[in-house]
């Protein structure tokens, strides 16, 4: 082949119309539907042609945190900061989520304080950053007195240091406290683990939480778990995670028979009600009734929320069960609820 005809063959590979936008749109889809392999692949081609495009750039930072690539998930969000890609405050909140799953709290403090300093957090960020930046001075203090580490230790071992369980009652540093502990030594703290899971005061969703932070270490000697009156005893090994849950799977097979193709808005509707609540009633299930029931009573709910009529009458010949079940099933949820809201 003649030096010609080469040039005109790779100018035609240069000039390949949109591949850049074609790579990125592949990648995202592929993101979307969590072939996060394909998808870093993908995002790592578009950029590499379009260095300075900030869609590519977040998602293949979103790509690398969700394959678990957490170090160049870091490296990548630091780089767009220090160019000056994309949206600062949105890039600051996925950099900070990035160091939290590193568990690298030195650098939130840092990071954070410099942006109070120099007033670059907007007014409606600052308190949820004021809250990250007293639960990573919390969690400092914590691996340094408390003695988060990875050696061996007795469960019976005394330990005058606590967690303070109690104490806790923001969300967001249940969630990261319960993340710390799925990937931490939990023995020095499985008393006071077991106690906060049976005491009345203690969240539900807490609750959860710890309980699936002792089932992902498989721990498999008896607890007592205590929630919405009821009180039973659970071994966290046997358990199935917190999404894996049969009935509620079985609600969402319900519920989609009615609503799936008819109402596909109403129906997503209905299938966040029902996995916010299970996040409150875990490990148990809603009882007394059968699916039917709670289906018919989810779909009353959220109708009610999203201002739609529709009947007790109407509902309980469209899932073929007695009105009042439905009634006292609806009852139960709106209990729930009530305790889902102010949580969640």
């Not at 009353?300 to 009947?311: F, I, K, M, V």
């Not at 007695?322 to 099933?329: H, Q």
Request: charged letters at 30%; proline letters at 3%; one cysteine or more.
């Amino acid at each position: 082949m003649k030096k010609r005809d080469r040039k005109k063959l790779n100018d035609k590979i240069i000039l390949f119309p949109d591949l850049e936008k074609r790579l990125m749109e592949k990648g995202l889809e592929c993101l979307q539907q969590k072939k996060f392999r394909e998808a870093i692949e993908y995002l790592e081609g578009a950029m590499a042609l379009e260095h300075n495009d900030n869609e590519i750039h977040i998602g293949l930072v979103l790509a690398y945190f969700e394959a678990g690539r957490l170090s160049e998930a870091k490296e990548l969000a630091n780089s767009m900061l220090q160019k000056g890609l994309g949206d600062y405050i949105q890039i600051i909140d996925l950099y900070l989520m990035i160091l939290v799953q590193l568990h690298q709290y030195d650098e939130i403090v840092a990071t954070i304080e410099i942006l109070i300093e120099e007033k670059e957090i907007p007014h409606d960020k600052l308190e949820q950053f004021t809250r990250l930046l007293e639960f990573s001075k919390r969690m400092i203090d914590s691996n340094q007195e408390i003695g988060l580490t990875e050696g061996p230790a007795d469960e019976h071992e005394p330990n005058h240091q606590e967690l303070n369980l109690i104490s806790i009652n923001d969300q967001q540093e249940q969630i990261m406290l319960a993340a710390q502990l799925a990937e931490r030594n939990i023995r020095p703290f499985i008393d006071e683990i077991k106690s906060y899971l049976q005491l009345k005061e203690g969240q539900p969703f807490f609750k959860t939480m710890l309980l699936n932070v002792l089932t992902e270490h498989e721990y498999e000697k008896e607890v007592i778990v205590e929630k919405l009156d009821r009180k039973q005893a659970f071994k966290p090994a046997n358990l199935l995670g917190v999404h894996e849950q049969t009935q509620m799977k079985r609600l969402f097979h319900v519920v989609a028979n009615q609503l799936e193709h008819e109402d596909p808005i109403l129906y997503e509707h209905i299938k966040s009600l029902i996995a916010r609540h299970n996040l409150i009633i875990y490990p148990f299930q809603l009882e007394p009734f059968m699916d039917e029931v709670w289906g018919a009573a989810y779909h009353s709910l959220a109708a009610e929320y999203l201002g739609l009529s529709q009947s007790l009458e109407e509902l309980s010949q469209l899932y073929h069960v007695k009105e009042e079940e439905l009634i006292r099933a609806g009852l139960i949820l709106m209990k729930i609820e009530e305790i889902s809201s102010a949580n969640l």
